[in-house]
T-cell receptor, first 112, second 116 residues
Framework: RKEVEQDPGPFNVPEGATVAFNCTYS??????FFWYRQDCRKEPKLLMS???SGNEDGRFTAQLNRASQYISLLIRDSKLSDSATYLC?????????????FGGGTRVLVKP | DTAVSQTPKYLVTQMGNDKSIKCEQN?????MYWYKQDSKKFLKIMFS???????INETVPNRFSPKSPDKAHLNLHINSLELGDSAVYFC???????????????FGPGTRLTVT
């Protein structure tokens, strides 16, 4: 079983609609959680951290469910520019340094 | 100004060759990483250096040897290239190794390596 699993998609979303997707992680010792965004043939960039109480950043809402070991990302009022691959990232504290484990990504295509 | 830069952007080479990829960051960060992203898009950590010291070394073949001449540079040398080495290699940096400083990774644009 992979440490971090995501539905690869693609999620085809009409412009203006809401889309949500989850990511599950296997290691209950995982400390911190993040969503990164990767555009086609580009580098990943941090989208947002995921806090235990859930958090919003504009049209993006992230939730963490430690009991069920998953995190989620919801995008409201989708824009064409939201089309990208969203990478779920989980952090474990090692004896020396952080180690980020990336999921395989969920591809989102927003269409007019 | 590019924060994390990598050269070359594209690298096409034959099996058995030796090649190097270079990475430089001008963010003043202490920690740098090499990641490999394969055709299935999984991004896997290979190495991490903090102030020129190796701190993370995942299960990577010995043919891969990182070198950090100073904390702004992290190079990756690959010996005896194999077909399975074809991937995109990303360099990244963070301000530190713990806490929030270790979480936001700034990635370079990637080096697309094709081994024929």
């Amino acid at each position: 079983r992979k440490e971090v699993e995501q539905d690869p998609g693609p999620f085809n979303v009409p412009e203006g609609a809401t889309v949500a997707f989850n990511c599950t992680y296997s290691n209950s010792a995982s400390q911190s959680f993040f969503w990164y965004r990767q555009d086609c043939r580009k580098e990943p960039k941090l989208l947002m951290s995921v806090y235990s109480s859930g958090n919003e950043d504009g049209r993006f809402t992230a939730q963490l469910n430690r009991a069920s070991q998953y995190i989620s990302l919801l995008i409201r009022d989708s824009k064409l520019s939201d089309s990208a691959t969203y990478l779920c990232v989980v952090n474990k504290i090692k004896a020396a340094g952080n180690k980020l484990t990336f999921g395989g990504g969920t591809r989102v295509l927003v269409k007019p | 100004d590019t924060a994390v830069s990598q050269t070359p952007k594209y690298l096409v080479t034959q099996m058995g060759n030796d090649k190097s990829i270079k990475c430089e960051q001008n963010l003043g960060h202490d920690t740098m990483y090499w990641y490999k992203q394969d055709s299935k898009k999984f991004l896997k950590i290979m190495f991490s250096y903090n102030n020129k010291e190796l701190i993370i070394n995942e299960t990577v073949p010995n043919r891969f040897s990182p070198k950090s001449p100073d904390k702004a540079h992290l190079n990756l040398h690959i010996n005896s290239l194999e077909l399975g080495d074809s991937a995109v290699y990303f360099c990244a940096s963070t301000a530190g190794t713990s806490g929030i400083n270790g979480y936001e990774q700034y990635f370079g644009p990637g080096t697309r390596l094709t081994v024929t």
